[in-house]
C-alpha cells in the first residue's frame, strides 16, 4: 500500500463527527499509516476506533488515546476539530470563549510535545480566531498553521451551480476571503460561468442583482442552513476539505481554495483570515487578493470584524496584547502576506 508518509498524523477531536470523519477520510486516502485519533472523551473515542477498525483498512497503524502527551509525542501533522460544536440559533461567535480557551491549551500542547510539527490545520469555530490562537502559542511559522475557510467557496460554488443548472465543475474559481462567519466577503471578480466572467452576468436578466445578494445570503449562512436541515452543524463538507488540506501539506494534490492564514502587513494587521493561498510541503504561501472596490469594501468590513473578536479575545486575558505576541512567537512580528 502506498501513502503520501509516514509520519505521524494526529487527529484531535477525534470522537466528534468531523474528527471522526476526519480519520475515516485520512485512511481512505492513503495519506499515512501513522495515525493517531485523540479525544478527551475516551468512550465515545474508543467507540470511533472500534467502528473504524470494522472497515478493515489494510496497512494502517491506527491508535487511540485520550493521554495528551501520547498523542502529541511525535506527531508531525495535525488536524484539530476539537472544540465544542455550534448548535441552532448559534453563530460562530457564539462559540468564542469556550473555544479561545481549548485553542490556548492546543497551541501550548503543540509546543511542549511536538515541536517539530510540519503542519496544523484548525477547524473549530469561530475558526479564524481558534486558529490564531494557535499559532501564537505554538510558536510555529505561519505558513505552519491554516484554518478551515474553503467551505464558504465551495457553499458559493455550490449555490451558483444549483441557480444555472449546471454541473458545479463549470462553476471556476468561485471564492470567499476574510472571516469565516457572518461578515466573509463574497467575491464575484474571481469567478467564471461557463468560460464568462460573473461580474459581467450580474444584473442582467441571467442573473439580476436581487438574486445575486440572495445568493451571498444563502453562502453567508451556508452552515445555519445545514443546522436547519439536519439538526446539527455541518461535518461531512469540513472533514474532507480538511483533510485535503493536511494532504496537500504532506506533498499530496494541491488544495485549489483558499485557506484561512496569518496575514500581517500594511493593510492587514495580525490577524488570520481566507486568502487566496497555496498549501504544499513548505507550507501555505499567501497570495494577496485584488477585487471590485465593493469586494474590496466587504474584504475590509470583514477584517474589521475579526480585529474586534481578536480584541475581544486579549480583553478576556486569553491572549496577550498584540506589542507582547512576538515574546511568545517571534514570528507574527515579521512581515506575512
Known sequence: MKFLTNDKLLISGAAGMIGSNMAQTAMMMHLTPNICIYDPYAKGLEGVYEELMHCAFEGVNLTFTNDIETAFTGAKYIVSSGGAPRKAGMTREDLLKGNAQIAEEFGKNVRKYCPDVKHVVVVFNPADITGLITLLYSGLKPSQVSTLAALDSTRLRSELSRYFG?????????????????QMAVFASTTEIDGKPLTEIIGTERLPEKDWEEIKLRVIQGGKNIIDLRGRSSFQSPAYLSI???????????????????????????????????VGKDGTICIPVKGTPQEEKELEESYKHLCKLRDEVIYLGIMPPIAEWGKLNPALDKPSC
Open 166 to 182: 449546471i454541473s458545479p465543475d463549470e462553476v471556476i474559481n468561485s471564492r470567499t476571503y476574510g472571516g469565516h462567519g457572518e
Open 244 to 278: 485535503r488540506m493536511i494532504a496537500a501539506a504532506m506533498g499530496g494534490e494541491p488544495f485549489k481554495w483558499p485557506v484561512g492564514t496569518y496575514v500581517n502587513n500594511t493593510r492587514f494587521s495580525h490577524i488570520m483570515m481566507a486568502m487566496e493561498t497555496e
